[in-house]
């Protein structure tokens, strides 16, 4: 039997407010299929991290996708002046 599990990640955030990826991969690792609702990337809200590289490289040998269901410039100059050009992007992995 295949096993599937959806889960909202709410920004990998649990309730005592902590931001985790840790703890969304140990909760769903198990798991044939994954399908994770609002995951972040480049959000101040989450530690201004890519939770999709995150998460995947956590979960070593799987497939995946990801769709941006919101997608913002976040683009920057760092200390150089040089632009690094990045996208805020919060959807479905």
């Known amino acids: ?20 990826v840790q703890r969304i991969v ?10 994770l609702q609002e995951v972040d990337r480049y959000w101040r809200r989450s ?3 890519d939770q999709v590289r995150e998460l995947t490289n956590c ?4 497939y995946w996708a990801y769709g941006a269901g919101v ?3 976040a683009s920057f100059r760092d200390t ?4 690094i050009n990045r996208r805020r992007q919060c959807g479905r992995c």
């Not at 140990?26 to 399908?35: G, L, N, S």
């Open 80 to 83: 150089d002046g040089h632009l």
């Open 26 to 35: 140990d909760a769903v690792r198990a798991a044939d299929v994954i399908c």
């Open 47 to 49: 530690g201004d991290v």
């Open 71 to 73: 997608d913002l410039d």
């Open 1 to 20: 039997m295949i096993q599937c599990v959806t889960y909202n990640t709410q920004w990998c955030t649990g309730r005592d407010g902590v931001t985790d």
């Open 59 to 62: 979960l070593p040998g799987r």
